[in-house]
């Protein structure tokens, strides 16, 4: 594995919203980067994927396009309630945030997206380039 980073992987409703979000922004801009990625929120680079624990994870985060951060893998919705689990899990690197796409989305691309449960997990690049999820 190249790369790896700790994860955490947002319920099902957070994740339609960000998809929804995502393609709005793809029909506007024709970036298919949002399509790279599975909706999740990347806390940091780590060591291994054995060093990221199984579980869930309750925060309280409102991600819109109105807090944009630039992180490893592109434009990311960003909360401050997420920096305490990224330290937790000792992930280094940008500020954590839900990846949204690799062009800057508009300030208005992205409605406030709420969610308070996340699983973890770990997301690695494989030798080919191809993401992997592993939960």
């Known amino acids: 594995m190249d790369s790896c980073y700790a994860a955490l992987v947002p319920d099902r409703e957070c994740a339609r919203l960000l998809r929804q979000a995502q393609k709005r922004h793809y029909e506007k801009t024709g970036d298919s980067s949002v399509y790279a990625l599975p909706p999740v929120v990347l806390l940091g680079a780590v060591s291994s994927p054995g060093s990221v624990p199984r579980g869930t994870v309750r925060i309280d985060v409102t991600f819109s396009t109105q807090r944009l951060a630039e992180g490893p893998l592109g434009w990311m919705l960003t909360d401050p309630s997420l920096l305490s689990a990224a330290a937790s899990l000792r992930a280094e690197g ?42």
Do not use: M
């Open 94 to 135: 940008g500020p954590p945030g839900l990846c949204f796409s690799r062009l800057r989305p508009d300030e208005h691309a992205c409605e406030a997206i709420h969610c308070t449960r996340f699983r973890l997990a770990a997301l690695c690049q494989d030798e080919c380039g191809f993401w992997k999820l592993l939960q």
